[in-house]
């Protein structure tokens, strides 16, 4: 199956309900999902704007508890002590972006070089080109465990204040990567020579 075609199913796909537990695009990365789906040489596969979590993890992904999930800051949550390990986790924006060429995803490795998602490169190229953005802040704390709470109210406030910092961060990086990506695809649409 061709570039083109593969790109038709998966943004009938995207209209659709998608197969994340929020069932839809974070409105944080819309504008940036569409800039970029509009472009004939690029379209988006998956994508997180960037989370703060409170969960148990169980053996298998689908087992996980999830107990907050926001793409937004958080003002607070109760420690609930319990027998499972619950965990703290922020993690930053992480995109998949198919490629028609190596070349296209040669020209987004020269824009994530020069920014805060300097991790990010081509992940793929065996059936498709996929080019993965990600963020480079992380965190991962113990809350619990036993029944026994691991840190106390005023740390997690602590915790909790650190990673809206981060989240808040991110979506600038977000909005400022979109520019750069914006100056891209006008500076080829300029390129491009008159009929």
Excluded at 95 to 100: A, F, G, K, P, S
Excluded at 162 to 187: P, T
Aim: one cysteine or more.
């Amino acid at each position: 199956m061709n570039f083109a075609n593969n790109k038709k199913q998966a943004l009938e796909k995207l209209n659709k309900a998608d197969k994340s537990k929020k069932g839809s695009v974070d409105k944080q990365i819309v504008s940036l999902i569409k800039l970029l789906n509009k472009h004939k040489d690029y379209y988006t596969t998956s994508s997180c704007a960037g989370r703060i979590m409170i969960l148990k993890p169980g053996n298998k992904k689908h087992q996980t508890k999830w107990l907050l999930v926001s793409h937004d800051p958080v003002k607070s949550f109760k420690l609930k002590p319990s027998k499972e390990m619950t965990w703290f986790r922020y993690e930053p924006l992480i995109l998949h972006i198919c490629c028609r060429t190596i070349d296209d995803a040669k020209k987004l490795m020269k824009i994530t070089s020069n920014s805060a998602f300097k991790h990010s490169g081509i992940i793929s190229i065996k059936n498709k080109i996929i080019f993965e953005i990600v963020g480079i802040d992380y965190m991962d704390i113990p809350l619990t465990k036993d029944n026994k709470e691991l840190i106390n109210e005023n740390y997690l406030k602590i915790v909790i204040s650190e990673a809206n910092k981060k989240l808040k961060l991110n979506l600038k990086r977000i909005k400022e990567f979109e520019k750069e990506i914006r100056k891209l695809f006008l500076s080829q649409q300029q390129a491009k020579p008159d009929n």
